[in-house]
């Protein structure tokens, strides 16, 4: 027992301090939302600030060019959302082709499913910005909303290895019933990858909110700016940077997603664990 003891102490202790090495950086960021530009600049070794202040949100909540950080929330949550949205009924419908419908080739494309999660955004950049430019989507939020109602690969996968840990017989069942392929599926299927679900609508809200690369390519407008972004805004290296104002409009940025991970962290475990299994 006394070994045990030593053990666990020793393991807790290293978790302990690993954790603090990770989240660092983060908690760097939140105090120097209470500092001052300068004092974050010549005293970045310390953690906590000389003296506490909320200027920093203040400046930093008015914006740019008669915008405040409320419309870049806005944007932000508006994209994540519709974004979120039509990537999870996408590719739940997909994902369950795949796991229960026949049809020739299924192998094949869902290789080719798969093979979409390992194509970097950077290979298909410039041919993406060409297309949507001759349809005339630059500048809107069309390309960052239109490409997640096709189905994400990640997410394609996630639903099939959920649906085929249901047991088949509860489709036959419904089918002697009168069911059909639809009514299965929303009657059946849908409340029975319920962490499936929520697993991909987490993960597809915190990359759509995250997403620096396609908002600066594809708006134009202050107007329209996610609130990743709007942040570089605060940054000029012509004439100066507004650190302070920069760490508390990020400090801001990270509640909806700390919101979100801790009222679905067990489904969230639940639909990552239960994927391992079932494979």
Not at 131 to 160: D, E, S
């Amino acid at each position: 027992m006394r070994k045990k003891r030593i053990y666990t102490v020793i393991y807790h202790v290293f978790v302990f301090l690993f954790a603090l090495v990770m989240i660092y950086p983060v908690l760097w960021m939140i105090f120097g939302s209470f500092k001052t530009s300068n004092e974050i600049l010549n005293s970045a070794q310390r953690l906590l600030p000389e003296a506490f202040t909320v200027d920093n949100y203040i400046t930093g909540w008015k914006g740019f060019a008669g915008y405040s950080f409320s419309t870049f929330f806005g944007n932000s949550l508006f994209i994540s959302t519709v974004a979120t949205l039509g990537a999870v009924v996408s590719s739940s419908l997909v994902g369950f082709g795949f796991a229960r419908c026949s049809f020739p080739f299924k192998k094949f494309w869902f290789g080719c499913v798969l093979l979409s999660m390992m194509i970097p955004f950077q290979v298909i950049m410039i041919p993406q910005y060409i297309l949507f430019n001759q349809l005339g989507w630059v500048g809107t939020y069309l390309p960052l909303i239109v490409p997640q109602y096709c189905a994400q690969g990640f997410f394609v996968f996630l639903n099939v290895q959920f649906i085929k840990g249901i047991p088949i017989e509860l489709d036959e069942a419904a089918r002697i019933d009168g069911a059909g392929t639809v009514q299965i599926f929303v009657q059946i299927i849908l409340p029975l990858i319920k962490s499936s679900i929520v697993t991909s609508a987490i993960f597809s809200f915190m990359w759509r909110w995250d997403d620096f690369l396609a908002a600066l390519l594809y708006l134009n407008r202050p107007s329209k700016y996610p609130v990743s972004l709007a942040l570089k805004l605060f940054s000029d290296p012509t004439s100066g940077s507004d650190w302070g104002a920069m760490f508390a409009m990020a400090t801001l940025s990270l509640l909806p997603i700390f919101i979100i991970f801790l009222t679905m962290q067990k489904y969230l475990v639940e639909g990552i664990a239960s994927t391992g299994i079932k494979g």
